[in-house]
């Protein structure tokens, strides 16, 4: 897919992409509960319960009505979870669980409007504390996610911010007011029918592996249908792929420089010499 690279001049953009089943091929929550299992929090049937959710999400994906089931059910389960007990496993875990389900397709998109110079942006209905990690490993520039309410270091089971349906476009509509972002100018990928709102707040939506909901709206609307099926560790892919962020982008951008104007020079001097 081209993607055009940014005049500077011009007001900034920003890429925006949904997690589960978009960047990684399963849900991100759900793909923690073996070791919350073994940290202490939930208990084995939990883990049944956890891997069933998991199968008929990646089945079918989860209308509303069953994503709605399944914030009652994990808010529920994480009452009085140790918030920091969370935040070690997710670290401890985050590369064995999460690294070999990054689709490899997701990982070069989101290189591709890093080099053509816009802000990556993770917008997930998530917990903060999974999909923050989940960003830094990415290389995202944001993180939107779902922040459950705390006391005393533990969840209350209560949810303070949901990031779901249109409170994902009107959180887009907010850092793009904070940010700088012409959202007419930038791009947003999802798979579920729920982000609709999420993808018609920009200029360009992008559908990825679409439920049946969204791929009717797709076809409807004229979206683009994209089909991401490579899962792949972000350090097994090509080197030259690698996520390029803050100085090492300016780093590269100042060496490419450097190589082309090399090259004119040597093509010059080569020209006089004959």
Same mark, same amino acid.
Request: hydrophobic share 45%.
């Given at each position: 897919?081209? $993607?055009?690279?940014?005049?500077?001049?011009?007001?900034?953009?920003?890429?925006?992409?949904?997690? /589960?089943?978009?960047?990684?091929?399963?849900?991100?929550?759900?793909?923690?509960?073996?070791?919350?299992?073994?940290?202490?929090?939930?208990?084995?049937?939990?883990?049944?319960?956890?891997?069933?959710?998991?199968?008929?999400?990646?089945?079918?994906?989860?209308? =509303?009505?069953?994503?709605?089931?399944?914030?009652?059910?994990?808010? @529920?389960?994480?009452?009085?979870?140790?918030?920091?007990? $969370? +935040? @070690?496993?997710?670290?401890?875990?985050?590369?064995?669980?999460?690294?070999?389900?990054?689709?490899?397709?997701?990982?070069?998109?989101?290189?591709?409007?890093?080099?053509?110079?816009?802000? $990556?942006?993770?917008?997930?209905?998530?917990?903060?504390?999974?999909?923050?990690?989940?960003?830094?490993?990415?290389?995202?520039?944001?993180?939107?996610?779902?922040?459950?309410?705390?006391?005393?270091?533990?969840?209350?089971? +209560?949810?303070?911010?949901?990031?779901?349906?249109?409170?994902?476009?009107?959180?887009?509509?907010?850092?793009?007011?904070?940010?700088?972002?012409? *959202?007419? +100018?930038?791009?947003?990928?999802?798979?579920?029918?729920? /982000?609709?709102?999420?993808?018609?707040?920009?200029?360009?939506?992008?559908?990825?592996?679409?439920?049946?909901? *969204?791929?009717?709206?797709? $076809?409807?609307? @004229?979206?683009?249908?994209?089909?991401?099926?490579?899962?792949?560790?972000? =350090?097994?892919?090509?080197?030259?792929?690698?996520?390029?962020?803050?100085?090492?982008?300016?780093?590269?951008?100042?060496?490419?420089?450097?190589?082309?104007?090399?090259?004119?020079?040597?093509?010059? +001097?080569?020209?006089?010499?004959?």
């Amino acid at each position: 897919m081209l $993607v055009l690279v940014e005049n500077h001049l011009s007001p900034r953009t920003a890429a925006f992409f949904d997690l /589960d089943k978009t960047v990684i091929a399963k849900s991100s929550t759900l793909a923690f509960s073996r070791p919350f299992y073994q940290g202490g929090l939930i208990n084995r049937r939990a883990v049944l319960r956890t891997a069933y959710a998991q199968f008929v999400y990646l089945l079918g994906g989860a209308d =509303h009505d069953q994503m709605e089931g399944m914030r009652k059910y994990l808010s @529920e389960l994480c009452r009085g979870w140790n918030v920091q007990q $969370v +935040r @070690e496993i997710v670290a401890e875990t985050l590369h064995d669980l999460i690294d070999p389900i990054i689709y490899d397709e997701a990982a070069s998109l989101i290189e591709e409007h890093h080099l053509a110079g816009r802000d $990556v942006v993770i917008v997930s209905a998530s917990g903060a504390e999974v999909v923050e990690p989940i960003g830094e490993m990415l290389g995202a520039d944001h993180v939107v996610a779902t922040r459950m309410a705390v006391e005393d270091g533990r969840y209350t089971g +209560r949810i303070d911010h949901y990031v779901y349906g249109p409170a994902k476009a009107e959180a887009i509509a907010r850092l793009a007011e904070s940010e700088g972002y012409d *959202l007419e +100018r930038s791009f947003a990928y999802s798979d579920s029918v729920t /982000d609709v709102p999420m993808l018609e707040a920009v200029g360009h939506p992008y559908a990825v592996n679409p439920d049946r909901g *969204l791929r009717r709206e797709a $076809v409807s609307r @004229e979206w683009p249908v994209l089909t991401f099926s490579r899962p792949v560790r972000l =350090h097994q892919r090509v080197p030259s792929l690698a996520i390029p962020t803050g100085p090492a982008l300016a780093l590269a951008a100042v060496g490419a420089a450097a190589a082309t104007a090399g090259l004119v020079w040597y093509a010059t +001097r080569r020209r006089r010499t004959a």
